[in-house]
């Protein structure tokens, strides 16, 4: 059974940081892109970041780009999001997910295929 647990949300002061983790079981997602995404209430799903298989290529929304950081690592079948300088409108649920069938850059909720359960993140300010 595939499975995508995302963990370390939390409540931080605006100008904080937080560090989030995916970590897949039931399969390997070495050969896919993975990608964050997060929703506020009463809005949709909105496209956060996303990298390649190999970590080689990846791809944020403007609003997170030069704060927010995607990795991986194959070895651990982990996905990471280091966020920086954390914004009271980065508050939302955030979710990982897999695309297992484009290698191209998606940024449409509706591309991936598997996602996790999510984790808070609020920022106060």
């Known amino acids: 059974q595939v499975q995508l647990v995302e963990s370390g949300g939390g409540l931080v002061q605006a100008g904080g940081s937080l560090r989030l983790s995916c970590a897949a079981s039931?399969?390997?997602?070495?050969?896919?892109?993975m990608g964050w995404f997060r929703q506020a209430p009463g809005k949709e799903r909105e496209f956060v970041a996303r990298?390649?298989?190999?970590?080689?290529?990846?791809y944020y929304a403007d609003s997170v780009k030069g704060r927010f950081t995607i990795s991986r690592d194959n070895a651990k079948n982990t996905l990471y999001l280091q966020m920086n300088s954390l914004k009271p409108e980065d508050t939302g649920v955030y979710y990982c997910a897999v695309d297992e069938h484009s290698s191209v850059f998606q940024a449409s909720p509706t591309a991936y295929d598997y996602w996790g359960q999510g984790t808070q993140v609020t920022v106060s300010s």
């Open positions: 990298i390649s298989f190999n970590g080689g290529r990846t």
């Open positions: 039931g399969r390997s997602f070495s050969n896919y892109a």
